[in-house]
């Protein structure tokens, strides 16, 4: 089953929009991590904002908001004021394990077209 | 820059033939992981390592093989080389910091090897 489920393959936004990427996660641990990382057709991974299973409050940092509902197991990233450069491939990833020996489990990724 | 250096950046070979990926992890960092990204896929991950000892097993193939060295660097090889392996590989470490940037993987800018 999959574990990090990013249902939209696809998404345009209008420069200055704001945008909601969706992502979906399934675990049984009570400690776990969400990530957000986006690849720019240049190829590199770049992080972007994370978010512990015990945080109460949503991560931001700076146009990039994660809106964590733990009960609906959802974990979407929020780009406010899209920019062209905001164009990319992102990925939402998960965290389970313990400390030394974590696993990493990567979405399939939400291709994020920003036009002018 | 996430401070992951990884070489070479581009290595193009021929059928049967061995190759070997280096990876250095961010200052400070004790885990190394090693990703596979085939076009247009998501993230595969192969192996990772804490502290110079093997911690977790992906989908790695048996043609594959990775170390992590005393100074913390990591090497994948690849041997008997197919085409289906060419890729971009990433590799990626974590384990500084505090609290859940501790967690967080910051990846290196990836190798991308064409299997000629």
């Known amino acids: 089953a999959q574990k990090i489920t990013q249902t939209q393959p696809g998404m345009f936004v209008q420069e200055k929009e704001a945008v909601t990427l969706d992502c979906t996660y399934d675990t049984s641990d009570q400690s776990y991590g969400l990530f957000w990382y986006k690849q720019p057709s240049s190829g590199e991974m770049i992080f972007l904002i994370y978010?512990?299973?015990?945080?109460?409050q949503n991560a931001t940092e700076g146009r990039y908001s994660l809106n964590f509902q733990k009960a609906r197991k959802s974990a979407n990233l929020v780009i406010s004021a899209s920019q062209l450069g905001d164009s990319a491939m992102y990925f939402c990833a998960m965290r389970e394990g313990s400390s030394g020996t974590y696993k990493y489990i990567f979405g399939t990724g939400t291709r994020l077209k920003v036009l002018a | 820059d996430s401070g992951v250096t990884q070489t070479p950046k581009h290595l193009i070979t021929a059928t049967g033939q061995r190759v070997t990926l280096r990876c250095s992890p961010r200052s400070g960092d004790l885990s190394v992981y090693w990703y596979q990204q085939s076009l247009d896929q998501g993230l595969q991950f192969l192996i990772q390592y804490y502290n110079g000892e093997e911690r977790a097993k992906g989908n790695i193939l048996e043609r594959f093989s990775a170390q992590q060295f005393p100074d913390l660097h990591s090497e994948l090889n690849l041997s008997s080389l197919e085409l289906g392996d060419s890729a971009l590989y990433f590799c990626?470490?974590?384990?500084?910091?505090?609290?859940?940037?501790?967690?967080?993987?910051?990846f290196g800018p990836g190798t991308r090897l064409l299997v000629l």
């Open positions: 978010q512990g299973s015990y945080d109460e």
């Open positions: 990626a470490s974590s384990g500084s910091g505090a609290g859940g940037l501790q967690e967080t993987q910051y």
